[in-house]
C-alpha cells in the first residue's frame, strides 16, 4: 500500500526521470567493439540499475582489459559526451513541481556517480527542484541492497512508511522494498516481473503523479 501521509518522494534517474538507457548501451558496445568485448544486450540488461562499477567488474569477465577505476571513468566520459542524446521523460517534470507544491520533500537516489548526477541536473536544470541528491559513491552496498534508499529517507528526515520510490529496474525496486519502503515501479519492458515486487507497477510519471493524489 501506498503511504497515508506521504512526505517524501524518492526518484532513480537512469530509466526513471531520463530515457538513458539507449545512450548507455550505446556507450558499453562501443566500448566492448573497441576492445574485443563480447557483450550482448542480455548482459547490458543484467547490469541495469546496479552502478558502473558492476558493470565494469562484469565486462572485466567478458575479457574488457581496463582496471575497475579506469573503465569506470571512461564510460561516464563517454556518456557525457553524449549527453545531448538523452531525453527526460515525459511527466517528470510535472511530479517534481507537484510534489513542491504539496511540500513533499524529494530525494535522487542513483546508483550513477556523482559527475553524472550533476551532469544531467545540470543539462536539464532540475538540480532546485531536489532536497537531496545520492549518489552511488555515498553507499557501500549498491541497488538491490537498500542502503541508498535508506539513506535519502535520512537525508530528506522522513521515516520509511511515510515514503515512495519511483524505480524503473528491479534491482532498485528489490532494493526500495527491503528498505521497507513503498515502491512505484515504471518498467521500460515487461511489467510482469515487477508485479510480485513492487507496490504498483504503472505506465508512467503521469500515472504515477495521479495515483500518488498529486495530479
Do not use: Y
Request: hydrophobic share 50%.
Amino acid at each position: 500500500m501506498l503511504p497515508e501521509v506521504l512526505r517524501g518522494l524518492i526518484f532513480d534517474m537512469d530509466g526513471l526521470m531520463i530515457d538513458s538507457e539507449p545512450v548507455w548501451w550505446r556507450v558499453e558496445h562501443a566500448l566492448a567493439r573497441e576492445f574485443g568485448v563480447a557483450w550482448t544486450d542480455a548482459l547490458a540488461l543484467s547490469c541495469m540499475g546496479t552502478g558502473l562499477p558492476n558493470l565494469i567488474r562484469t565486462m572485466r569477465a567478458h575479457g574488457l582489459p581496463l582496471d575497475e577505476a579506469t573503465g569506470v571513468e571512461r564510460v561516464i566520459d563517454d556518456f557525457i559526451a553524449r549527453i545531448g542524446e538523452v531525453e527526460l521523460l515525459p511527466g517528470c517534470v510535472e511530479l517534481l513541481d507537484a510534489a513542491r507544491e504539496r511540500g513533499i520533500r524529494v530525494a535522487l537516489a542513483s546508483s550513477s556517480t556523482r559527475g553524472l548526477v550533476e551532469a544531467v541536473l545540470a543539462q536539464f536544470r532540475l538540480a532546485d527542484r531536489f532536497d537531496a541528491a545520492i549518489s552511488g559513491e555515498a553507499v557501500s552496498r549498491p541497488k538491490p541492497a537498500p542502503d541508498i534508499f535508506l539513506l535519502a529517507a535520512e537525508r530528506l528526515g522522513v521515516d520509511v512508511g511515510e515514503a515512495v520510490v519511483l524505480e524503473d529496474s528491479r534491482a532498485g525496486v528489490t532494493a526500495a522494498r527491503d528498505a521497507g519502503i513503498a515502491v512505484i515501479a515504471i518498467p521500460e519492458g515487461d511489467p510482469t516481473p515487477f508485479v510480485p515486487i513492487a507496490t504498483l507497477v504503472l505506465r508512467d510519471l503521469h500515472e504515477a503523479r495521479a495515483r500518488l493524489g498529486l495530479g
